[in-house]
């Protein structure tokens, strides 16, 4: 909200010397977040001139310009200051005579634009004349500005900054969402009151006679649809200004403001319209009264109807958007925007002003539902003053009939009133001191809630009774004990609520599975990984190629509103998202990747319906029944861990070739998971559709599938616009987590040394060495302390179909040195256990 001072100062008392700054620490005070400070950008000497005569050239690029001899200072001058000046300029709109507004040389205007003397057609024009748009009041550039058009008559010479009031600055501050009454300029004094005692005027403290409902004009609420069982419109008036003249121009002082307060001004009739809504915070709206068919009827939607607003678009409506409709349909957006067919111009002679309340969810989502938010759709979802709405329609008649000519018909309105109260709240005795923390007085309570409006009935007649509190009808917000305490904590300053911090409760820190995810990611950052959180967001060709072994399609979570319209489905793997992350690396030439990613997955199950048809009332807890209908509609999400490499894992260096990344990177990946998780892990080849057949695997902890390794297709890599290879991983992180169990035990250290043999066994070649190694572990016993596959042969010397496993088996005793007979016969126990399995036979 942006707030110019010299509108501040009509209702309350800010000081001559107030800076904005100063202005900006007292509402900081009282809650207000300081944003910025606004001003007109330029300087002096801007002065008022008068045209004394000019001659009409013609130039050969068939513009005409006037060169203008302009008395600029009383008196006769000095050479370095003369009074009358020789100025051109290209406009013709003004006659000799007339007083304009001169930018002398040292002037600077927005932009900025310095002036200076310069030669230009022929001659040396010492100055400028200036237009609006020139000054910065507004946006018409027609024509030179003529204050006997906006009703100035100031001496030659005088101050025309000043005069203008183009020396006004404004205050911006962020409005918090539950504050709305702030969105004006009365809110803003009120609160300035607050904060510095400043005696506060109240603009919609004015004696207007009372309308009766329906008195010449017909006026219908008819909502068969209310959202939330509240009526759209509680509040309803209608005015009529006949005779309006729209050409008569805004007077400089209520454009200065408007321009300050970030508002374009459109003319006299629409600019009345939002000075009063800055002013008093109510949105009003006007309409070309002979474009009107019949009385108004305020309703909703019916299917298929249209409306062109006032941007010029044509809009299907929703059956929850709140109308303003006459006998011809649809005439406006209630609350939001108005429609073209009613729209005040320049040929409007009768205006008829609406001021209303309207109900602040539906303004909201029909604003959202448009994607047309507007300065008085964000002051009505808000909530309006209900006792606003009359007083803020005469005022934007006494405006137009002041500053538009026009005549008030005191004959003819129309107003609904509902009569609105506001429920009193039961503020216990005690209740403020020990919810905020200080020892306030029953007398400092009850003078900061008077002093917000608040009505306090039986305020101190019994020490021990609470007081019933009645909010002002411009505090919505204000519905609770504990929204009055707060009030009072910042009416008597914030800075009186001690800093105190709470004794935290005793705790079991982190949980088992906490304290594993977090050893996870550190081992991967330390081997080199880095992490690179992503959107969980992909399209459903993506999730059925990466969420699957076999690439078939599989259900996903569609989102009902997603970010992006090509990714609409939320993961059902983290690879599609690395494989984005590293696109954008590579196209920005860090084309050398290890990357990682920890996050959930969403995996619905076939023919389930997930999400709720309803919202559980929210001021109590939900049953058991609730929550067990809130977590069905929720779909399993595991959290996984995802690892990719592409490019070199060694890059080139002196002495050194280039190594690129394959396939036993990312299986040491794999086990440094396994190793911070606490679990033993086997590879075992397998196929799946995005990846290279024989070089994809599963990774398996006992006979549990916990995740898969391998290396992308080309073709997929391609489509990823990755070049060269691209090795993924990707495991079920809460699975190898449960696996692991609750401690990891470490083993006990032998201090007798290791007897080491190797093995080589053929077997057909479809059996899996890890397969093989466990037979060699089962069958070796306690005496084996590691098995390490250390070749796959195939070739001449065995017989076709079959390969040669070489394991390096390490033995040791927990008690003694053992003989190389144990550790043979250790190793011919788990041979026989492989030979039973595979037909595994020792290669000769």
């Not at 068919?293 to 249209?306: D, L, M, S």
């Not at 000519?405 to 503020?427: K, N, V, W, Y």
């Not at 306030?440 to 917000?452: F, G, K, N, S």
Request: charged fraction near 25%; proline fraction near 7%; aromatic fraction near 6%.
């Amino acid at each position: 909200m942006r707030v110019p001072l010299s509108w501040l100062r009509e209702f309350v008392e800010v000081p001559a010397e107030a800076t904005p700054e100063d202005v900006l620490a007292a509402l900081v005070s009282v809650g207000f977040e300081e944003e910025d400070v606004h001003r007109f950008e330029l300087s002096g000497p801007i002065v008022v001139g008068e045209v004394l005569e000019f001659v009409e050239e013609p130039q050969s690029n068939g513009k005409t310009i006037r060169w203008c001899r302009v008395r600029v200072a009383e008196g006769e001058g000095t050479d370095d200051a003369p009074a009358v000046r020789g100025i051109v300029c290209g406009a013709s709109n003004f006659f000799a005579g007339d007083k304009v507004v001169v930018t002398l040389p040292g002037a600077v205007l927005p932009g900025p634009f310095p002036i200076a003397a310069r030669k230009t057609y022929g001659h040396v024009s010492d100055g400028m004349i200036a237009s609006a748009k020139e000054l910065g009041l507004g946006q018409d550039h027609s024509g030179i500005l003529r204050l006997v058009e906006l009703g100035i008559d100031a001496p030659v010479g005088s101050d025309a900054i000043a005069l203008l009031g183009l020396d006004d600055e404004a205050v911006e501050i962020n409005v918090t969402p539950d504050r709305g009454y702030a969105l004006s300029i009365r809110g803003v004094a009120r609160e300035y009151s607050h904060a510095t005692g400043a005696s506060f005027r109240d603009p919609a403290e004015r004696p207007w006679e009372d309308v009766d409902p329906g008195e010449g004009f017909s006026i219908v609420v008819d909502d068969a649809n209310p959202i939330r069982g509240q009526i759209g419109a509680s509040e309803f008036v209608a005015r009529l200004v006949r005779d309006v003249d729209a050409s008569k121009p805004t007077p400089p002082w209520m454009i200065t403001r408007l321009t300050l307060a970030g508002v374009r001004p459109l003319g006299i009739l629409i600019d009345i319209t939002n000075y009063v809504m800055l002013e008093l915070g109510n949105p009003i709206h006007g309409y070309d009264y002979d474009t009107l068919q019949g009385g108004i009827t305020v309703r909703r939607a019916h299917a298929g109807e249209t409306l062109e607003t006032l941007d010029g678009q044509r809009r299907t409506l929703d059956a929850e958007d709140l109308l303003i409709t006459d006998e011809s349909g649809p005439i406006g957006l209630a609350g939001v925007m108005g429609g073209a067919t009613t729209e005040m111009g320049p040929a409007t002679r009768t205006v008829l002003i609406e001021a209303a309340r309207f109900d602040p969810v539906s303004i909201a989502r029909t604003a959202r539902r448009h994607k047309l938010p507007s300065e008085a759709s964000r002051r009505f979802e808000r909530g309006v003053d209900p006792a606003l709405p009359f007083v803020a329609a005469r005022r934007v008649a006494d405006l137009m009939v002041e500053l538009a000519g026009g005549t008030l018909d005191t004959s003819f309105g129309g107003a609904l009133r509902s009569g609105h109260e506001q429920a009193a709240i039961e503020l216990p005795r005690g209740f403020v001191s020990g919810l905020i923390g200080v020892d306030y007085t029953p007398d400092q309570i009850v003078e900061a809630l008077r002093l917000i409006g608040c009505d306090i009935q039986d305020a101190g007649t019994d020490p021990t009774a609470p007081w019933l509190v009645f909010p002002p009808s411009w505090r919505p917000d204000l519905t609770d004990r504990w929204t009055l305490a707060e009030e009072v904590a910042r009416i008597h300053g914030l800075d009186e609520v001690p800093s105190v911090l709470p004794t935290p409760p005793s705790g079991r820190g982190l949980t088992t599975a906490q304290r594993a995810r977090r050893r996870v990611s550190n081992a991967l950052a330390a081997a080199g990984y880095v992490e690179t959180p992503s959107f969980p967001f992909a399209t459903a060709e993506a999730n059925d190629l990466h969420g699957s072994a076999d690439g078939g399609h599989l259900p996903s979570i569609k989102l009902a509103n997603p970010l992006d319209g090509q990714s609409p489905y939320l993961r059902r793997s983290l690879v599609p998202g690395l494989l984005q992350v590293a696109h954008r690396n590579v196209s920005r030439g860090l084309v050398d990747l290890a990357l990682f990613e920890t996050g959930v997955v969403f995996l619905p199950a076939a023919g389930v319906e997930y999400g709720t048809p309803f919202v559980p009332p929210l001021g109590i807890r939900p049953d058991a029944a609730t929550l067990a209908g809130l977590d069905a509609s929720i779909p399993s999400q595991p959290r996984h861990v995802a690892v990719l490499l592409t490019g070199a894992r060694v890059a080139k260096q002196p002495g050194q070739s280039a190594e690129t990344a394959d396939l036993a990177d990312v299986i040491d990946a794999v086990r440094t998971v396994a190793s911070a998780a606490g679990v033993d892990v086997t590879i075992v080849q397998t196929r799946r559709a995005a990846l290279h057949p024989g070089r994809a695997g599963d990774v398996r902890i006992g006979d549990v599938t916990v995740g898969y390794v391998g290396e992308l297709l080309p073709a997929v890599a391609a489509d990823a616009d990755l070049p060269g290879r691209v090795i993924v991983a990707e495991l079920d992180l809460d699975l190898v987590i449960s696996l692991a169990g609750e401690r990891v035990v470490a083993a006990s250290l032998s201090g007798f040394p290791a007897a080491t043999q190797d093995v080589s066994l053929v077997v057909p070649e479809a059996i899996p060495a890890a397969d093989v190694e466990a037979a060699l572990v089962s069958g070796a016993g306690d005496l084996l302390e590691a098995a390490r596959l250390v070749d796959d042969y195939r070739g001449p010397g065995i017989e076709p179909g079959t390969k040669s496993l070489t394991y390096a088996l390490r033995f040791r005793a927990a008690d003694r040195t053992l003989t190389a007979a144990e550790a043979t016969e250790a190793k011919l126990a788990g041979v026989a256990v492989a030979a039973e399995r595979f037909e595994a036979r020792i290669r000769e």
